[in-house]
């Protein structure tokens, strides 16, 4: 029997070796070494996976993507928050997520979606998902992982920054106590700017200059101050520290030409609220006005949902400003250096309507909703679109759940509506 020449035989093989060695390195740093991670959003019904240096196979966070068709965005879990860009160009979401302690923004674990024991691990902490869609195309330009609950989100006002206020840990029971942080974020090159250790529960965006608001610290017991940061410099501007009779922040805000900046606290089991508001240039305060929780929400749907701030500066101090919180609205004037309250009025001609969101700027409209907390999970919910000036609907939408997180865009032309679950739903308004 011929045996051919097993040296020759012996190089092939080598050869054939090398060669699938090489194929797999390849493919390994394209793959499992990038540091680039793509959310595929073409179908949001497909498993996302995003791959990391980190880990040997993809991270499965389930149906993530924007269908610019439908309108509807997918997130993992539950969706916290949603801003958009100013300029309308994105529109970024945040939903929970379970990472493992001590991990990086860039380099997420494995995440736990259940526990046979019903409890979590003292390792795991509740952290979230943040993506950042551009709105023609439903492309996803940013994404990434934090170790801390997101609260709130917000864009610069060139619309190239994302801010991300993370609250901190206090879970007594699992041994968890971690510090909040602002973290900033180059939109178009997908890169963290910035991490700021502070205790973020809201923030808001002035529509003038480089001006970011804060409403830090937590709880009923914890006394949260506001502050005004300089978005280029970093610096402190305002610091308040309101004495407040109340519970806790439920909404912050600016005026139309960043002259005001306003508070809402109030608390559901006084039914007590207060509004105060600040002149941004002197800091002073210009209005504080404590009244019943009747005031700014219908009774019915006190306990379901957190009654939205706005406001309308008069162009000199001899006319009249307007301030809306929630169900009512205040008609204010200045009286030297302060404001006075002329008269209170329904924001709405039917009070059995409650107030869930207004525009964010000189609001002309406003969006009401006719499930109230002890009807929460009876569909549908028809959410009306109102003209403030007119007491009109003008548009509405019919939901099968209820939602209290709805928010206009800065150019007026859409409307995020959060769904019970992983969905929000962009309308186009008229």
Sequence with gaps: MHIPNARKIHE??????????????????????????????????????IQTASLSTPLVLGNIGYNTKTGIINMPQEITAVAFSPDARYVACVSGIEVPKGKTDTQPGIIHKEHADGEVPPNILAGSFVTVFEMATGVSKLQFITEAVVRSLAFSADSGMLFVGCDAHRLEDLGQDEAGYLQ?????????????????????????????????????????????????????????????????LEDIAFSSDGRWFGALFFARESSIGEVWIWDTRSGKTLLHVVDSYETFSHPES?????????????????AKGYIY?????????????RLKVLDTA?????????????????????????????????????????????????????????????????????????????????????
């Design 346 to 430: 329904f924001t709405l001609p039917k009070s059995s309507e409650t107030i869930f969101a207004f525009e964010r700027l000189n609001p002309k409209r406003a969006v009401s909703a006719n499930s109230f907390g002890n009807r929460v999970e009876e569909p549908p919910t028809i959410y009306s679109l109102w003209n403030l000036q007119s007491q009109k609907v003008v548009a509405s939408w019919k939901f099968d759940t209820f939602s209290p997180q709805i928010l206009f865009s800065f150019n007026r032309n859409f409307l995020a509506v959060v769904s019970r679950g992983k969905k929000c739903h962009i309308l186009k308004l008229p």
């Design 325 to 337: 919180c929630g169900n009512t609205r205040f008609k204010v004037k200045y009286v030297g250096e």
């Design 302 to 318: 006190s306990h379901a949902i957190s009654p939205p701030l706005a406001m309308t500066v008069p162009g000199d101090k001899q």
């Design 12 to 49: 092939q093989i080598r050869q054939i070796a090398v060669r699938a060695f090489l194929l797999s390195g390849c493919l390994y740093l394209l793959l499992g070494c990038s540091g680039q991670r793509k959310i595929h959003t073409e179908n949001p019904n497909s498993k996302t996976k």
């Design 184 to 248: 900033v974020w180059d939109v178009e090159r997908g890169k963290l700017l910035r991490n700021v250790e502070k205790d973020v529960n809201l923030m808001t965006v002035a529509p003038t200059g480089h001006r970011l608001a804060l409403g830090m610290g937590g709880g009923y017991e914890n006394l949260l101050s506001l502050a005004i940061l300089d978005t280029t410099s970093w610096r402190t501007i305002h610091q308040f520290k309101p004495e407040v009779k109340v519970g806790i």
